[in-house]
Structures are given as C-alpha cells and as structure tokens.
C-alpha cells in the first residue's frame, strides 16, 4: 500500500503543481471509518494512520460506531477521554496534531485532527447529532457532525451508523435524509448539511450486496473480481434513482468488503447463529457496509443562463456563486481502500486520502499574540495580544498556556480570561495578565492560544518560547515529584521542526 502510495504521488506531482500556478492550495485530508464492535483500541495505529507515508496528511477525521457504551463506561468517558480517543490523540500529538474537535452520542464517535499550523484558520466550529435509534429516541443508530470553515471554506463531516439488515435498505435512504433535514447549525454561511461548499458522508452505512448467493459474493471476492459485485450493491443500485444520493461520489469498490468477519482473524463469517429455536445455519453475506462519500455543492447557473422557469437566486445565493468562482475548491481522492491487518472487530477499518485544491479565503489569523519578556512561576506574566482583523470577541474569549505537543484544545495547562484580566490596551496591543501560580514550576517549551468562544476554536497561535524553571523552587529544593502535576515532562522540541 505504502508503494502505490509513493507511485501515485509522483503521478500527481505534475499535476498538483499546475494547480498551484494557477493559485490554489493543496492540503491532504486523511479519513477513516470504523466500526469496532464494542473492541478496545489496538496497540498500534501505524497501518491505519499511515504513519510512514513519505506524505503527511493536514488533517485527520476519524468516525467509529460502535465504541463501547456500557453505563459505567459512558460515566468514566464523560469525565475523561474514552480510550479510543486517548489512543489516537497519543500517537497523533507527538507528530504535531490538535484535535480541534469532537462529538459523541453513545457508540458513534467523530474526531477531528489538523496540523497546528493550520488551527488559526480553522473557524465556526461546530457539532451536532441526530438519533435514528429506536423510536427515534435510541443513540445506537444516528449521525455525528462536525462543520467549520477551513480557510475561509465551509466543510461538514458526517459519521453515521444505519439501520442494519438486507432487507431495511429503503429505511436506511429514509435515515440519512432525516439526519441531513434534522441538523442544522448556529452559522450564516451554511445552516444545514447541504448548505456547505463540501460534505462528507461516511461511516457504517449499513448497505448490503443483494440478489447474488453466498458462493458467488465469496468466489469473486476470492478472486479479487470485485466489479462483478458493484452492480448488487444496494448503495449503488440507490443511487440511480435517489436524487440526494445521486450528489455524492465516491471511488471505486476496488477493494474486499469488510464486513463480516470472524473477531480476530480475516475469515469471513463462519459462526452459527442462535436463534429462538436453537441453532440455524445463516451466515452473513461479506458487505461493503463500511463507506467514504463527498459533495461538493452544486454550482447554480448564472442568472443570464436560467430559464424563465427558474426562480432568481437571492442576494445570499448570488454572493455564493461569486465567491465559488473566486475561490475554487476542487476535490481529488487519492486513495479508498480498507486496512486487512485489523481483526479487533467483525469489521476492517476503511480509510479515504483527499487531497483538497482550493484558493484561501482567509490568509491571514485574526489575532496575533506572544509572551511579554521572561516567564517563570517566580513572577506574574504577560501576554500581548493584537487584533489583526475584525472578530466577534466576548467575555468568554481566553487565552491558554498549552505545552509543545498539547494533544487537544482542552489540553491547556492554564488559562486567563481576556476581558477579565486585561491590565492596559490600546488600538493596537493589548496586555493580559498571567498570575504565578498558574505557571508550571518546571517550565519548558510552551505556546499560547487565544480561544474565540463566539467561533468556537482557536484563533491565534504564538510561537514555541520557554518558560524558565522557578529559581525559588530550585533554592527550597523541591523534587519533581513534589510539584503540581501540571508539571509534566515537555514534549520534544522537535516536533515544531
């Protein structure tokens, strides 16, 4: 996998390179969809990450279903990152990843990573979910979003689990439109699903391969004539009649199903089921169950171009299509495969690479900060801060002393709030004041970050700087197990490099 990887980005290199020239920006977006069937994480994630790809992604969006949701597990989770989270978080922090955002409702988990760099940029965050579940009350089944604006560029990403079954493929079309009409969001740009510029849909969608027998299905997955399976695939056959799915595209199955499989192994289903009247012998038919699908919202045709028929676009409608032609945002898919070398689960995780080619339409952070002469848990600090454009601020804006290699946006060491412990400002610089005792005693390599509450995300990063250890708890010799455990050991300085 790793050497078509490698061929296929000298492929594209030519090409992303006339892209280029021609303005636009391309950022790598690595997505994965997995349900784990109530499994603990694996140890390793290399595979499924592809962390030894010669090309680091941007961003990582991570949707699972069933993560475990037992009543004592969902306690402790609600208090503490569940383990699945914890994992990717751990392996991704050391590499320079934030998760900028998540969103749980029992077993479906949606997670968000972007390179720091790109955190200022990333905007109006936001997320939501809808239960598809037993009476529509049940969190089982449902969706997870989250959305935001990267780059000035509005993205909604869409984790579902669907209704299970051969039979329940209508039901589940009937899920997704409820969940797309159902959600919306407190934002201008796009307040529904379908409003942003780009949407992806992906998860345990449920949809199974129809009509042929069990033999067959095996026998072409065997070998690896994966076509003649594409035209039973209830998705597909779906989408030649559903108008709302006929929006969604998607790469080729080129690829095992990968459901179902016997748990720890790569057999497929081979158990005999229990039933009311003892034992029957049905298997479950293998199913591409698990999918990746996006949208790029339809571009409408100039006024000049409608028919008579048409109703004219609104003023909201026209400033779309003038900044859709401004700022361009083309989709590539690199990459659609599932990862075989998983076996925690009756599922194999699948995985999506994108590569997204856009003009930006934002370039420059709304707020640029950095810390005021040495820092130590000696003395009171300061931080100084500066608008460099217009923002909705409030009194629930704050900034946060975050340690290099911080794993999430909640993963502060400590925090000050703007308004209330601003000490002087003017046009231009203001200063915020940082009390002592809320310095790490240790010091080390740290960064600040300005939190918009109104946005939702992180506005402004500083630049790495050292906060010094504290002299005085040198001199009253205090041992590193004594101290705060806020005091913990710095991530390494290289993961800035």
Avoid at 308 to 315: A, I, P, Q, R
Wanted: net charge negative; hydrophobic share 35%; proline share 5%.
């Amino acid at each position: 996998m790793e050497e078509n990887e490698e061929q296929s980005d000298l492929r594209l290199k030519e090409e992303q390179e006339e892209e280029e020239e021609e303005g636009g920006d391309s950022f790598r977006l690595h997505m994965v969809t997995w349900n784990v069937a109530t499994a603990d994480p694996p140890d390793d994630l290399t595979s499924l990450l592809h962390l030894n790809s010669p090309k680091s992604p941007d961003l990582y969006v991570i949707g699972l279903q069933e993560v475990y949701s037992g009543p004592v597990r969902l306690m402790t989770d609600a208090l503490f990152d569940d383990p699945w989270s914890q994992l990717f978080m751990s392996t991704l922090a050391p590499l320079n990843y934030v998760k900028v955002s998540s969103i749980r409702m029992q077993g479906l988990l949606l997670l968000f990573f972007s390179k720091l760099e790109h955190v200022p940029f990333i905007r109006d965050i936001r997320a939501t979910y809808t239960r598809t579940g037993i009476l529509g009350y049940w969190g089982n089944k449902g969706g997870v979003s989250v959305r935001l604006s990267f780059y000035g560029h509005t993205i909604c990403f869409l984790n579902c689990h669907l209704a299970a079954h051969m039979k329940y493929a209508t039901e589940r079309v009937d899920e997704f439109e409820h969940i797309i009409s159902t959600q919306t969001f407190d934002c201008k740009k796009a307040q529904t699903v379908l409003d942003h510029r780009l949407v992806f849909w992906f998860g345990d969608l449920n949809f199974r391969i129809q009509d042929h027998g069990m033999h067959f299905v095996r026998t072409c997955i065997s070998d690896e004539k994966y076509n003649l399976l594409w035209s039973k695939d209830q998705l597909t056959m779906l989408k030649k009649k559903e108008e709302m799915l006929q929006e969604f595209e998607e790469g080729p199955l080129d690829f095992q199903p990968t459901y179902k499989f016997d748990r720890n192994t790569d057999i497929y289903d081979s158990r005999r089921y229990r039933t009311w009247f003892g034992f029957n012998g049905k298997k479950r038919k293998p199913a591409w169950t698990d999918r990746i699908l996006w949208r790029l919202r339809p571009v409408a045709p100039p006024p000049e171009e409608q028919d008579e028929s048409d109703v004219g676009l609104d003023v909201r409608e026209l400033r779309q299509l003038e900044e859709d032609e401004e700022y361009p945002l083309k989709v590539r898919q690199e990459f659609y495969t599932s990862i075989m070398e998983y076996s925690v689960s009756d599922h194999k995780p699948v995985i999506g690479i994108f590569t997204l080619v856009l003009r930006k339409i934002q370039t420059t952070p709304l707020v640029r900060l950095q810390p005021e002469g040495d820092w130590s848990a000696d003395i009171d600090s300061m931080v100084l801060y500066s608008p460099l454009q217009p923002f909705p601020s409030s009194t629930w804006d704050w900034i946060g002393l975050y340690k290099v290699g911080f794993t999430s946006v909640s993963d502060y060491i400590t925090y000050t709030w703007v308004k209330d412990d601003e000490v002087a400002f003017n046009e231009e610089v203001i200063q915020v004041y940082v009390d002592k005792e809320e310095i790490p005693v240790q010091g080390g390599e740290c960064v600040l970050c300005y939190f918009c509450s109104t946005l939702q995300s992180i506005i402004g990063v500083s630049e790495p700087f050292k906060v010094n250890e504290s002299k005085v708890a040198i001199e009253e010799g205090l041992l590193p197990e004594k101290i705060n455990g806020l005091d913990q050991t710095v991530a390494r300085e290289e993961v800035w490099n």
